[in-house]
């Protein structure tokens, strides 16, 4: 990462694929080999959560991999996992587009337990992307 100019990168977890566990272990592997690049080359990283394609669970999805990263994968307490005044840092892309799962309410659920560390979550500092106001 350092030889490529790379200062930190965002590992991309497609929500809608965490229900397979043939594509959950392959995006496992990736997040590990981001994970070590980084640790072997000085730069950060984090997970940013898409909830593109077909689901119904983004909520409880999150919620449920957010554990098992933190808590099995332990990708948090890597000294290269980016923070933000002491929280780690994460991004939910894809809230706001007709064509994605959930609503606002669930959205802001989400981002409550997220932010606050409710239901057994590591608190985080929080990121987001959504549709831009006009639409695509």
């Known amino acids: 990462m350092r030889d490529a100019g790379v200062d930190g990168a965002a590992v991309q977890r497609f929500v809608a694929g965490l229900s397979d566990p043939i594509k959950k272990s ?62 780690p840092v994460l991004e939910l892309w894809g809230f706001g587009f007709s ?16 932010k606050s560390g409710q239901k057994g979550l590591a608190a985080v500092t929080l990121m987001g992307g959504c549709r831009p106001v006009g639409g695509l």
């Open 26 to 87: 392959r995006m496992d592997h990736v997040l590990k080999n981001v994970q070590a690049a980084a640790e072997a080359t000085g730069r950060v990283f984090f997970v940013t959560y898409d909830i593109s394609g077909p689901m119904r669970r983004s909520r409880m999805t999150c919620g449920e991999d957010w554990r098992h990263l933190v808590n099995d994968l332990r990708v948090t307490s890597s000294k290269a996992y980016l923070r933000d005044h002491g929280k």
């Open 99 to 114: 064509d994605r799962p959930g609503n606002s309410e669930d959205a802001a659920l989400l981002i409550d337990d997220l």
